[in-house]
């Protein structure tokens, strides 16, 4: 038969492998993240202000900005992650 693999690497090939979550350049894109959802979140409300009072509907401009909101929400659940944002369980 063929020779068997195994299932896990060992050795100084599995010490010098470096996971993208823990590199500088993820803390630094996760930094970046979080700005862009926090300015998602306050953003919209002065555009929904800006835009109302260019003419537009304000069925529209409510709209943009609940749309707006709502990335910034899910950017913010993305870069924080969920696990840090779920309850933490109690022993009784």
Known sequence: ???MLEPFST???????VRFGDSDLAKILRGVMV???AGLMILPAYLNYEIWKTGFNPVVS??????????G????????????????????
């Open 1 to 3: 038969m063929g020779k």
């Open 11 to 17: 050795g100084p090939v599995a010490m010098s492998v």
């Open 35 to 37: 700005i862009v959802a």
């Open 62 to 71: 409510t709209a943009i900005s609940l749309q707006l909101f709502a990335i």
């Open 73 to 92: 929400i899910v950017l913010f659940i993305l870069a924080v992650g969920k696990e840090r944002l779920a309850p933490k369980s109690q022993p009784q």
